[in-house]
């Protein structure tokens, strides 16, 4: 059974309508928002969610779901959250606890997007780290990785259509 911060972070993404904004930005920002993103790889084939078992590199990544998490930070959160598999609540679920482990999700709920923003570009390399619009992660080989904009970012947290 999953332990106590899974019900938290659930409790969480059903109470407060901003943490739907605040995931489906990250997956807008990751290329991975729409109907089946929580089956997406890194590249863009699909990966079943049930188990969270097929997992394999692709273009040297093993991004994977929604919030295209690499292999070691799933490993982690399953453990750390008792995860049985890698449905989309299980997902979302665990997207917040790497935004609350960051400080981002704080910064989120207290209306400072911005900051949310920048604190959680250390976990996802398309949120940008600064206003210049920069990755805060680099490449194995040191190239800075591509961020979205800032004001694109900001934007998919105003959007209409996100939170849906």
């Given at each position: 059974?999953?332990?106590?911060?899974?019900?938290?972070?659930?409790?969480?993404?059903?109470?407060?309508?901003?943490?739907?904004?605040?995931?489906?930005?990250?997956?807008?920002?990751?290329?991975?928002?729409?109907?089946?993103?929580?089956?997406?790889?890194?590249?863009?084939?699909?990966?079943?969610?049930?188990?969270?078992?097929?997992?394999?590199?692709?273009?040297?990544s093993s991004a994977h779901g929604r919030y295209q998490f690499m292999n070691k930070t799933w490993d982690s959160l399953k453990d750390s959250l008792e995860l049985k598999g890698f449905s989309p609540l299980e997902q979302d679920?665990?997207?917040?606890?790497?935004?609350?482990?960051?400080?981002?999700?704080?910064?989120?709920?207290?209306?400072?997007?911005?900051?949310?923003?920048?604190?959680?570009?250390?976990?996802?390399?398309?949120?940008?780290?600064?206003?210049?619009?920069?990755?805060?992660?680099?490449?194995?080989?040191?190239?800075?990785?591509?961020?979205?904009?800032?004001?694109?970012?900001?934007?998919?947290?105003?959007?209409?259509?996100?939170?849906?």
């Amino acid at each position: 059974m999953p332990n106590s911060d899974y019900f938290k972070y659930k409790a969480l993404l059903e109470s407060d309508p901003k943490m739907r904004l605040v995931l489906d930005t990250i997956a807008r920002s990751e290329g991975t928002y729409g109907s089946d993103s929580y089956s997406t790889k890194f590249g863009g084939a699909k990966v079943s969610h049930s188990k969270g078992k097929e997992r394999t590199v692709v273009k040297d990544s093993s991004a994977h779901g929604r919030y295209q998490f690499m292999n070691k930070t799933w490993d982690s959160l399953k453990d750390s959250l008792e995860l049985k598999g890698f449905s989309p609540l299980e997902q979302d679920i665990a997207a917040l606890k790497l935004l609350d482990d960051s400080g981002a999700l704080t910064e989120f709920q207290n209306g400072n997007d911005k900051e949310g923003v920048f604190k959680a570009s250390k976990i996802w390399a398309a949120l940008p780290s600064n206003e210049k619009g920069e990755s805060a992660l680099s490449y194995a080989d040191g190239r800075k990785q591509k961020a979205k904009p800032l004001t694109t970012v900001l934007g998919y947290l105003n959007s209409p259509e996100a939170g849906r």
